[in-house]
């Protein structure tokens, strides 16, 4: 049985199906004439006969389908022009401009000669590849090509390009979230850069600050060795007989310089509400700074409108408190953008913010921020002599230093602010001796500013924190 030939254009070759009993004869033994016939076949024996345009048709070969011919399997075959399908493997020559009769795609029958690329490539360079030939054709070919069949992506194809987006996706998300991150880091460092040169300034001035009092009248009226009934109630917290005079007033006017600390540089609303501690008139009549009133009116106003409920104005105090400090010292307002500033938790009381968006907080007397507690600090040593105490009326008394903190990236402070328990804020008080005591610990056992992870002491997180006690800030 004769089947008519069909002429297809594929890779750049000439391609003549046949049907044979007998294995094709060799390269150079098909002549054109041969090739230009139907051959005749006894049985379903499949041939693919290929024509270069590079030689005369008297040199053509003709392939069996079931041999494997191939000079170059170095690429894939699935670049190859045409898309073919099939079973059995013959040889096809990759590449070469047509001649002759040219047949297009529209004009194939279905029920004629399919061959697909079967794992093997096609390059500039390749002179056979390995095909596949069957009977049939399915409807509609694929676009041809100088080198060979398009193709679509393959599933491993799409998750490789998959793979690699992701990784660069990752890699550039990292960058850009490093960068962000530093740049959080230098803008909230510069923020609290400038409340440090501001509350440093107000803070040193307590060194020859005059105190608002007569501190001999209150040495006095709490002597020990004051017999006149109308001191009867007074504690009696000095004894100039044993000591002499110049170290009780010494004394007394650290004690007093600490209260009128507390006062005008609150750290917490107990400073603000309960009033003097040791400053007093002779009469034994608490006086109050002018800023002190100041922020008690600034304070009773939000808890008014908190519904009187003290608790809603705790969380942040700290911040609240560094806020109103700034805000009423003179051109302290202009040194600040309102991007510094903000009302995190909605309570009518501002605080100045870092770049993360949490409050900066603030201790007056950080005690506890020492290396030996695992503070990274560089100016608190806790062996230096305290600089509002030149006599050292106190042992063991060491400089301190207002500590500027924010959370930092994790968003923990890990830094104890003084807790009687687990709601309540620590508030100052004197001591049996009448003492202002910076260093005595809180209702917990722990000294203010020491870092601390309440959840897990185990666990400090604080290391991250942007703070004022770094030089490089």
Not at 46 to 57: L, T
Request: charged share 20%.
């Amino acid at each position: 049985m004769t089947r008519p030939n069909s002429r297809v254009k594929a890779v750049g070759w000439h391609v003549d199906w046949n049907t044979h009993s007998e294995a094709p004869p060799n390269s150079g033994a098909c002549s054109g004439a041969m090739a230009a016939q139907a051959w005749p076949c006894s049985t379903a024996d499949q041939h693919v006969n290929f024509h270069s345009p590079d030689r005369p048709r008297s040199s053509d070969r003709v392939y069996s389908s079931n041999r494997v011919y191939s000079s170059n399997r170095t690429h894939s075959l699935n670049r190859m022009i045409g898309l073919f399908s099939g079973r059995r493997p013959v040889v096809l020559p990759a590449q070469g401009n047509a001649l002759g009769k040219r047949v297009e795609p529209s004009t194939l029958r279905p029920n004629g000669p399919r061959v697909r690329a079967n794992g093997w490539a096609v390059g500039p360079k390749t002179r056979f590849v390995v095909a596949s030939c069957s009977r049939g054709v399915a409807p509609g070919w694929a676009k041809a090509g100088p080198f060979g069949a398009r193709r679509g992506f393959t599933l491993v194809d799409l998750m490789v390009a998959i793979m690699i987006l992701g990784i660069l996706a990752a890699m550039v998300m990292g960058a850009v979230g490093m960068a962000r991150q530093q740049a959080h880091a230098e803008s909230t460092r510069r923020t609290i850069a400038k409340l440090h040169n501001v509350l440093m300034a107000k803070y040193d001035s307590y060194r020859t600050r005059r105190v608002p009092m007569d501190l001999r009248a209150y040495v006095w009226a709490h002597d020990s060795g004051n017999t006149d009934p109308a001191f009867a109630s007074y504690p009696k917290y000095y004894n100039t007989a044993s000591t002499g005079w110049p170290n009780e007033l010494a004394r007394a006017r650290v004690n007093a310089i600490r209260d009128l600390m507390r006062l005008e540089m609150p750290d917490r609303w107990s400073d603000v509400k309960h009033g003097p501690l040791v400053l007093q008139d002779a009469k034994a009549n608490a006086v109050w700074p002018s800023l002190t009133q100041r922020y008690l009116r600034i304070y009773n106003t939000a808890l008014a409108a908190a519904g009187n409920d003290e608790t809603k104005l705790s969380d942040h105090a700290a911040a609240e408190c560094l806020y109103m400090i700034v805000m009423a010292i003179p051109d302290g307002a202009d040194l600040f953008h309102e991007s510094e500033t903000g009302d995190f938790d909605n309570d009518g009381l501002p605080e100045f913010i870092d770049a993360w968006g949490r409050p900066i907080r603030f201790l007056r007397w950080p005690a506890g921020f020492l290396a030996a507690n695992q503070a990274d600090t560089d100016l608190q040593d806790g062996t230096s002599s305290d600089p509002f105490d030149p006599m050292k009326t106190r042992a063991g008394d060491y400089a301190l230093f207002p500590l500027l903190y924010t959370a930092g990236p994790d968003g923990f402070y890990d830094i104890d602010i003084g807790k009687n328990d687990d709601t309540t804020v620590y508030a100052y008080k004197l001591d049996s001796e009448g003492n202002l005591d910076p260093y005595v610990a809180d209702g917990q056992g722990y000294l203010i500013g020491q870092p601390r992870n309440v959840t897990d002491p185990n666990d400090l997180r604080h290391y991250d924190n942007i703070h004022n006690h770094q030089t490089e800030n």
